[in-house]
């Protein structure tokens, strides 16, 4: 090695077992699990934090609002992993699945999943004026249960190939339905009524730009990771925001003796494949290089092959994200035109704007044609209703609430022109779609900060790219894989036998789930 050229101190070993570029949760989840087995680590973090995505942070200026800034819910992180790393770290089950309001023959209505099966079955009622799609609605997530149950396992387990997954699933209708036709299709055949349809299809659209019928099934693949989530496809709240899940990561990291250094740059990785690998790295006051055994990349494919020099696939398309994602704190929330629905109970679960299955499809259409969409889907949740200790005491009392909206089909193309200007316009036409349902305009119920601005920020692609070095903004790194298959026994090696991709972008990644830090730690442990 050298030192540490540019830290204010060197680190603690010449030759590392372990050099783990990024600090994101699944670099933390690697590290923790190498050093508690006694491995020497260090994590080279570019930020001066740890978290990556998976931060909580006070953006409103002088306002005590510590809000999950990027990524939000937790579904897919294993419990497994939890309890190997003692983590303090908690969720908390939503009461309410979603709310969908909508207005039919001039009266507003509101479909509600949640709040006991009555409920929901009279919901539907309602909605369609029969039990049928309640029916339908039951059965079709049956079966996404029971495929859970048998999938989610799998994905903390080695790799199983496409026959060894299909085995375990042991249902032929499930298995064709989403690992070989189009999403588009099962939901055209189980379901009439639109809305209902587009509730179901959302989950295969988050992150994902694809049309219900796309035949690549990118919307497949994302839906599978919706809706497998603890063997359940529950979507829980994190306790203290998604920073209380990545600081107990580094806690645990330290704990078991891992080395973390924050503002660190990975600049580039030289490896012969059999000797110990080079990181060089930057810092604010100079340049060094750091040696291991084995590098693992918390960082996409795309800046993996630059961090080896290497050109990306040409076959590849090059990775693109299409979400808009908007941070509010409110007065108080706002009231509906849906009497029925208290909105506690609305805005607590999923609460889907302009996300019919039409709507959706036309939104689509216009963003791969080059525009925004004239309606602009989304869907909001609050997150301070179930878990308020994220708000200080003073917003508390005072009856203010966080609202997160995750805006569909924005793909990063749309965005190249004018960022900004286009982010504006974006979010005043999405929350128009959102005041239509309201009985007073959002606008009025918003908190204002330290400087008298109003507490929201909206992030594009492009944001979340230059902010966080998201490829394109793509929130998992590139489309999501099937959880089979791959390279390696665990789906996180490379062509070089001494550097593993433990971010996003490996097979099994995507979301906080911590799966790709704990598959490579595996691999370089040999087991």
Same mark, same amino acid.
């Given at each position: 090695?050298?030192?540490?050229?540019?830290?204010?101190?060197?680190?603690?070993?010449?030759?590392?077992?372990?050099? /783990?570029? #990024?600090?994101?949760?699944?670099?933390?989840?690697?590290?923790?699990?190498?050093?508690?087995?006694?491995?020497?680590?260090?994590?080279?973090?570019?930020?001066?934090? +740890?978290?990556?995505?998976?931060?909580? +942070?006070?953006?409103?200026?002088?306002?005590?609002?510590?809000?999950?800034?990027?990524?939000?819910?937790?579904?897919? *992180?294993?419990?497994?992993?939890?309890?190997?790393?003692?983590? !303090?770290?908690?969720? !908390?089950?939503?009461?309410?699945?979603?709310? +969908?309001?909508?207005?039919?023959?001039?009266?507003?209505?509101? &479909? *509600?999943?949640?709040?006991?099966?009555?409920?929901?079955?009279?919901?539907?009622?309602?909605? +369609?004026?029969?039990?049928?799609?309640?029916?339908?609605?039951?059965?079709?997530?049956?079966?996404?249960?029971?495929?859970?149950?048998?999938?989610?396992?799998?994905?903390?387990?080695?790799?199983?190939? !496409?026959?060894?997954?299909?085995?375990? /699933?042991?249902?032929?209708?499930?298995?064709?339905?989403?690992?070989?036709?189009?999403?588009?299709?099962?939901?055209?055949?189980?379901?009439?009524?639109? %809305?209902?349809?587009?509730?179901?299809?959302?989950?295969?659209?988050? #992150?994902?730009?694809?049309?219900?019928?796309?035949?690549?099934?990118?919307?497949?693949?994302?839906?599978?990771?919706?809706?497998?989530? #603890?063997?359940?496809?529950?979507?829980?709240?994190?306790?203290?925001?998604?920073?209380? %899940?990545?600081?107990?990561?580094?806690?645990?990291?330290?704990?078991?003796?891992?080395? /973390?250094?924050?503002?660190?740059?990975?600049?580039?990785?030289?490896?012969?494949?059999?000797?110990?690998?080079?990181?060089?790295?930057?810092?604010?006051?100079?340049?060094?290089? @750091?040696?291991?055994?084995?590098?693992?990349?918390?960082? =996409?494919?795309?800046? *993996?092959?630059?961090?080896?020099?290497?050109?990306?696939?040409?076959?590849?398309?090059?990775?693109?994200?299409?979400?808009?994602?908007?941070?509010?704190?409110?007065?108080?929330?706002?009231? %509906?035109?849906?009497?029925?629905?208290?909105?506690?109970?609305?805005?607590?679960?999923?609460?889907?704007?302009?996300?019919?299955?039409?709507?959706?499809?036309?939104?689509?259409?216009?963003?791969?044609?080059?525009?925004?969409?004239?309606?602009?889907? =989304?869907?909001?949740?609050?997150?301070? &209703?179930?878990?308020?200790?994220?708000?200080?005491?003073?917003?508390?009392?005072?009856?203010?609430?966080?609202?997160?909206?995750?805006?569909?089909?924005?793909?990063?193309?749309?965005?190249?022109?004018?960022?900004?200007?286009?982010?504006?316009?974006?979010?005043?036409?999405? &929350?128009?779609?959102?005041?239509?349902?309201?009985?007073?305009?959002?606008?009025?119920?918003?908190?204002?900060?330290?400087?008298?601005?109003?507490?929201?920020?909206?992030?594009?692609?492009?944001?979340?790219?230059?902010?966080?070095?998201?490829?394109?903004?793509?929130?998992?790194?590139?489309? %999501?894989?099937?959880?089979?298959?791959?390279?390696?026994?665990?789906? @996180?090696?490379?062509?070089?036998?001494?550097?593993?991709?433990?971010?996003?972008?490996?097979? !099994?990644?995507?979301?906080?789930?911590? /799966?790709?830090?704990?598959?490579?730690?595996?691999?370089?442990?040999?087991?």
């Amino acid at each position: 090695m050298t030192a540490d050229a540019g830290s204010s101190r060197g680190f603690a070993h010449d030759v590392y077992d372990a050099v /783990i570029v #990024g600090g994101g949760h699944n670099g933390l989840v690697a590290a923790a699990y190498l050093a508690r087995a006694g491995r020497s680590v260090l994590v080279l973090e570019r930020l001066g934090h +740890t978290g990556g995505a998976a931060v909580s +942070t006070r953006p409103f200026a002088g306002v005590d609002a510590r809000l999950s800034r990027y990524s939000y819910l937790v579904s897919l *992180l294993p419990g497994k992993i939890v309890r190997d790393l003692g983590l !303090r770290f908690r969720v !908390r089950r939503r009461t309410v699945s979603s709310y +969908t309001p909508f207005e039919r023959d001039g009266r507003p209505g509101g &479909l *509600l999943v949640g709040g006991g099966e009555d409920r929901t079955r009279e919901s539907f009622a309602r909605l +369609t004026g029969s039990d049928r799609e309640y029916e339908a609605w039951r059965a079709f997530y049956a079966t996404t249960g029971r495929l859970a149950g048998r999938v989610f396992p799998t994905l903390t387990e080695p790799l199983p190939t !496409r026959a060894e997954l299909r085995a375990r /699933i042991d249902d032929e209708q499930a298995w064709r339905m989403l690992f070989e036709e189009p999403l588009g299709r099962a939901v055209e055949e189980r379901f009439a009524d639109d %809305l209902v349809r587009g509730v179901v299809l959302t989950d295969a659209l988050i #992150g994902t730009f694809a049309d219900a019928h796309d035949a690549s099934l990118a919307q497949n693949r994302c839906f599978l990771y919706h809706v497998i989530g #603890g063997g359940t496809g529950d979507w829980d709240v994190p306790v203290g925001g998604m920073g209380a %899940l990545t600081d107990a990561l580094a806690d645990a990291a330290r704990a078991g003796g891992a080395e /973390i250094a924050t503002g660190h740059e990975a600049l580039r990785i030289h490896t012969d494949g059999t000797s110990p690998a080079e990181v060089a790295f930057r810092t604010a006051t100079g340049e060094g290089t @750091v040696a291991a055994r084995t590098v693992l990349v918390n960082a =996409s494919p795309r800046a *993996l092959a630059e961090l080896l020099g290497e050109e990306p696939d040409p076959v590849v398309r090059p990775p693109e994200g299409a979400q808009f994602k908007v941070n509010m704190l409110l007065r108080r929330l706002p009231r %509906l035109r849906d009497t029925s629905v208290d909105p506690r109970e609305a805005f607590s679960g999923t609460f889907h704007i302009a996300e019919g299955y039409e709507q959706l499809r036309r939104a689509h259409a216009e963003a791969a044609a080059g525009e925004l969409p004239s309606v602009p889907p =989304s869907e909001i949740y609050c997150h301070s &209703l179930t878990d308020p200790t994220i708000l200080g005491p003073e917003l508390t009392a005072r009856g203010c609430q966080t609202l997160t909206l995750f805006g569909l089909h924005t793909p990063a193309r749309l965005f190249e022109k004018d960022n900004r200007q286009t982010r504006e316009v974006l979010l005043t036409a999405t &929350l128009a779609q959102l005041d239509a349902h309201l009985a007073e305009p959002l606008t009025d119920c918003l908190a204002f900060d330290a400087d008298g601005r109003p507490c929201i920020e909206a992030k594009t692609p492009l944001d979340l790219e230059q902010e966080l070095r998201l490829p394109g903004g793509h929130i998992f790194h590139r489309d %999501l894989s099937w959880p089979y298959g791959g390279p390696g026994r665990w789906g @996180v090696e490379t062509e070089h036998p001494n550097v593993l991709l433990c971010g996003a972008g490996a097979v !099994r990644g995507g979301g906080v789930s911590g /799966i790709p830090g704990h598959n490579a730690a595996m691999a370089l442990l040999g087991r």
